[in-house]
């Protein structure tokens, strides 16, 4: 029997902008991309809910969040450390 890799999982590292929830908090990642025409550089934010086991996030805390298996309707990844 072959054995294949499982693919790589994402990684993103955002800001926590809401931890009202059990166990979930709302991340907001901001990348910057280039506007095709005027080559200007523009801020964009995704939010990602993300689970946090031990409620140990609060807001304001800079975290790096990694994609796994669907935990609940919205929530795609989950914490894996507190940067700051």
């Known amino acids: 029997m072959i054995m294949e890799k499982r693919g790589e999982r994402k990684v993103k590292e955002g800001t926590v902008i809401s931890d009202r929830m059990d166990k979930t ?24 809910m993300a689970h946090d086991q031990e409620n140990a996030c609060q807001v304001g805390d800079r975290v790096r969040i990694m994609e796994c298996r669907p935990l609940s309707a919205r929530k795609r990844w989950r914490v894996v450390e507190i940067l700051s």
Do not use: P
């Open 25 to 48: 908090v709302v991340v907001v990642v901001e990348r910057l991309i280039r506007h095709r025409r005027y080559q200007k550089v523009i801020k964009r934010t995704t939010k990602f």
